[in-house]
């Protein structure tokens, strides 16, 4: 039976009207208009719909909203503010240096699979801002991409820590 | 709750303003791209190509739109044509933008296919770019007062050689106003030694809202009072033909999901419902019984196709090949074996249609617009000009996946139940309802003389076509589906099997397989054929090189004539670092062997190189592919940096179609559903990539999208001998391949 949720995403409360155990996905997308998380297998297998809850990288299609609750949401929107705080930064950037670096590194192709690749890059970088190159392969491991941009995937990931190394100092 | 954009439906709209990308800038907390409901019936025919208006629209801000009929697939088709027509027009990137495909909108131009669009199209945009320069020249001359060639532009700013205060804009021209002029086909194009945009390195226009959440997928598609559906089939195709007939529904099986009902028109069934989870739970929860039949050729797929009833061509037969095969000093001679391939999109398709009386709108990630309109109108009993399709990118398809499938789904079910349907594919529908890349089955014998020089090559074939209509339009309609064909990249074909090699005796013969005889869907997936017909003649070629103790790369050397293939093979070899040698010299004991291969390949057009190096450990069976190069040589490419990505692209899918894609399949149906039943390369086991484009200003454009997968996937394959001293004769190749090969 659908009941009011209270959920904070991106830093923001909601009220949505949703059965508890509906996958936070299809809350984000269709209650909240949000475009980062997107369907991909429903299965957790590939990384499509990742988030960020509490910091920590989650399939949002095998989630249910109802687990949610108390804690916060962050998605591919909500990024930049995230680093923001994380950094004690004034203001929010555009984008994290990690989607910039996506740009110069003119990685996607199709870039659907974007929305998991940052998700998880922004979590990886967050707990080792120096990732090996066999720590980003470990890490990225959960997401597919099938137009075959992992290597670049793979150097704009180098490249967002080296940025935010600089960023840093 | 939500506001919305109206669709700018008629191009005089488009010209109003300028927002041709449609800015979706909604108030509120809400980011989704709205779209509004069709305020009328579509009037507007397909734009005339012979009217320059159709292509180029100038607005009084000094920017241009550009309609063009080929989709952005995320390979940078947008950019590059972008480029092309900023070239002709001289105005900068940041003035011109893409309209939105759609058919009312934008001319046709054929479907997004066979890595087209740049060689195809290119020349097209660039002549109509042409004659609206001419047409502002014209118009400027007057202004001005000034003969046409005194006359300079520099980004849409028009100035008098001599006489720099006299000067006017585009906009000033012609600002949102329509050049009323046919094409005349004559209009002067720029020559390439004065190109300062086209060759050049451009960034993608597509890339910045695409990593930062903006960009509107099909996914995120939405409109007012629409519903959710989902397609209800088997878990997994059948034989084709005959394999979701329904015996029974049980409609009382989803009573309990509020707001869920069945959709049911032929053998196509549907659920729809308020909330997309509703949708979901409904489909999976729908009790429907199937008629099965057991018709596939589980575990004798390959003797099935041998054995069949086919139809025969003799594509090639020069000289006489038994003659010179008898004289040979070395034949290789072998059967390869390649399976059924998925496009298996990393999102399943989505469409959302909003079907009237006389109407309909159908916005999807159709590869061809005007193709899949006119599947639509017959599947609603429309006329073609009643229906309108907009297209909005979904993930990479790479071939015709299931994105029209879920097009007329959408549509045959917003039409049942009179509401907007958005219909979204779950993981098993696409998996399991694709248009296969179909098997291939191929005798292969090739004979050389002492001194190294290729005297024979034979090449026979079997393969089933393509299908040629949708699952959800067979259902819906009913009657006996139509015989798969084979396709434009037939199964054997010439370019890719003998126009790489000069060889006196030659024959290739191409078996079709009735594809109604128990088979799976087919369909153009990348590279289609490329693939098995590479993996199967490069191991040839390298065989009896090896056989006469050359280097491989020597070898092809002394067997090319074509200046093109051989510098495509030079530019592979001197990035890879090629030491001449002879393959597998020794064996050694090591449990993980490394090795290293070359092969050539294309599709129809534009010459492709691949290198790899790989290990293989002989105890698991497992391969790691470490680094592959890949050489591309497609004409004068537009801009290097897209091709560079398409080529890294193609190796990186080439090592996953070549070591782990296969579809699997029961005597009922297919099997492989999701990523684990059907897996592809991980990251964790992506290759390092080196893309090398050979850039040739005095050829036309041509292909560059999949050239380099067959020569990726042959020069994996070379490399596995080159490390163990065996061959594969069948892919993907699988661990438990590996082992009974090094067994054997």
New interface residues.
């Given amino acids: 039976m659908a009941e009011e949720l209270k959920i904070r995403v991106n830093e923001q409360e909601s009220i949505v009207a949703a059965d508890r155990d509906t996958p936070l996905l299809y809350v984000l997308s269709n209650e909240l208009g949000l475009q980062g998380p997107r369907f991909g297998c429903g299965l957790a297998q590939c990384g499509s719909c990742s988030v960020l809850l509490d910091g920590v990288e989650i399939r949002s299609c095998i989630t249910p909203v109802g687990a949610v609750e108390g804690k916060s949401v962050t998605t591919l929107e909500g990024l930049p503010a995230l680093y923001a705080r994380q950094r004690n930064l004034a203001n929010a950037p555009a984008l994290h240096p990690l989607q910039r670096a996506m740009i110069d590194e003119q990685a996607p192709q199709c870039g659907y699979c974007y929305n998991g690749m940052i998700i998880k890059g922004f979590e990886l970088l967050s707990q080792k801002p120096q990732p090996t190159e066999g720590a980003i392969r470990e890490a990225m491991n959960g997401h597919l991409c099938r137009c075959g941009s992992y290597p670049r995937i793979m150097k704009a990931i180098q490249l967002a820590s080296r940025i935010m190394a600089e960023e840093r100092r | 709750m ?1 506001t919305h954009m109206q669709p700018t439906l008629s191009r005089r709209n488009l010209l109003k303003g300028g927002a041709l990308i449609v800015g979706f800038n909604i108030a509120g ?4 791209p709205m779209v509004g409901p069709l305020a009328a019936p579509a009037a507007a025919a397909t734009p005339d190509p012979e009217l320059l208006d159709s292509w180029i629209a100038v607005h009084a801000d000094n920017t241009a739109t550009v309609f063009m009929g080929k989709v952005e ?4 088709t947008t950019t590059g044509m972008l480029q092309i027509a900023a070239e002709e027009l001289d105005l900068a990137m940041s003035q011109v933008r893409a309209a939105r495909v759609d058919t009312n909108v934008t001319p046709n131009q054929g479907p997004a296919v066979a890595s087209l669009s740049i060689m195809d199209n290119g020349p097209q945009l660039r002549g109509a770019a042409a004659e609206a320069r001419q047409a502002l020249m014209q118009l400027a001359a007057v202004r001005l007062d000034a003969s046409v060639d005194r006359l300079r532009v520099k980004d849409g700013v028009v100035t008098v050689e001599g006489d720099p205060g006299r000067a006017v804009s585009y906009g000033a021209l012609i600002g949102d106003r329509q050049f009323n002029v046919k094409m005349t086909g004559k209009a002067p194009q720029k020559p390439i030694s004065q190109y300062r945009l086209v060759t050049t390195r451009v ?2 226009v ?3 809202d ?8 099909m ?2 598609v ?1 409109l007012p009072g629409m519903l959710h559906g989902r397609v209800v089939r088997p878990r997994g195709q059948g034989a084709y033909g005959d394999s979701a007939r329904i015996v029974s529904i049980d409609a009382s099986s989803i009573s309990g999901i509020a707001g869920s009902r069945v959709v049911r028109r032929g053998d196509f069934v549907g659920v729809v419902a308020e ?3 509703d949708a ?1 739970r409904a489909a999976e929860k729908l009790k429907v019984t199937w008629d099965v039949p057991p018709r596939l050729p589980a575990g004798r797929l390959f003797e099935a196709m041998r054995t069949s009833r086919t139809i025969d061509s003799v594509i090639v037969d020069t000289g006489d090949v038994p003659a010179a095969l008898a004289t040979a000093a070395h034949v290789a001679s072998a059967t390869y074996y390649g399976p059924y391939q998925s496009h ?5 398709s989505c469409a959302l249609a909003d079907v009237g009386a006389g109407s309909a709108l159908v916005m999807c990630s159709t590869q061809f617009p005007h193709g899949v309109r006119n599947m639509l109108a017959q599947t609603l009993g429309l006329s073609s000009d009643q229906v309108q399709v907009r297209y909005y ?4 398809v ?1 071939g015709r996946a299931c994105h029209d499938d879920c097009a007329i789904a959408a549509a045959v079910m917003s039409q049942a139940v009179g509401r907007p349907v958005r219909v ?1 594919f ?2 098993w529908d696409e998996l399991g309802w694709d248009n296969y890349g179909p098997a291939h089955l191929a005798d292969v014998r090739g004979g050389v003389d002492a001194a190294g020089n290729m005297m024979a090559f034979v090449y026979e074939g079997w393969h089933h076509g393509w299908n040629t209509a949708e699952t959800s339009q067979e259902l819906a309609l009913g009657g006996p589906v139509q015989p798969p064909v084979s396709g434009r990249a037939r199964l054997v074909n010439k370019e890719t099997l003998t126009a790489v090699y000069s060889m006196p005796n030659v024959r290739l013969i191409n078996h079709h397989v009735p594809g109604l005889d128990g088979y799976l869907k087919g369909g153009n997936l990348r590279s289609p054929m490329d693939l098995s017909i590479s993996f199967a003649s490069e191991q040839t070629i390298d065989e009896l090189a090896h056989a006469v103790r050359m280097d491989p790369v020597a070898f092809r050397r002394r067997n090319i004539t074509d200046r093109r293939w051989l510098g495509v093979l030079d530019a592979v070899a001197l990035a890879a670092g090629w030491v001449p040698r002879v393959t597998h010299a020794a064996s050694s004991g090591a449990r993980v062997v490394t090795g290293r291969g070359i092969a050539l390949g294309t599709h129809i057009v534009s010459y492709g190189g691949a290198v790899a190096d790989i290990e293989v450990d002989r105890e698991s069976g497992e391969i790691r592919v470490k680094h592959l190069y890949g050489a591309l040589d497609a004409g004068l490419v537009v801009n290097p ?1 897209l091709v560079e ?1 398409q080529i ?6 080439a090592t ?1 179609r070549a070591l782990i894609e296969e579809v699997q399949f029961t005597n009922t149906n297919v099997t492989s559903l ?3 039943t059907y897996p ?5 086991d ?1 290759p ?2 080196t893309p090398i484009v050979v850039q040739r200003l005095d050829e036309r454009s041509t292909g560059a999208g999949e050239e380099v997968m067959g020569a990726a996937v042959g020069a994996i394959a070379n490399a596995f001998f080159d490390a163990t001293g065996a061959r594969m004769r069948e892919y993907p190749m699988r661990p438990d391949r590996v082992r009974a090969a090094l067994k054997a």
């Fill in positions: 939500m907390p809400l980011t989704s697939l995320g390979q940078g960034p993608r597509d890339i910045p695409k990593v930062s959440g903006k960009y509107a997928y996914q995120h939405r909330h997309e989870w979901v298996a999109p990393f999102a399943p990118e979904g993930a990479g790479f979204q779950m993981r940096a990505n890294e692209g193609m190796l990186i899918q996953s999701d990523w684990k592809v390369l991980r990251f964790a992506h390092q990539v």
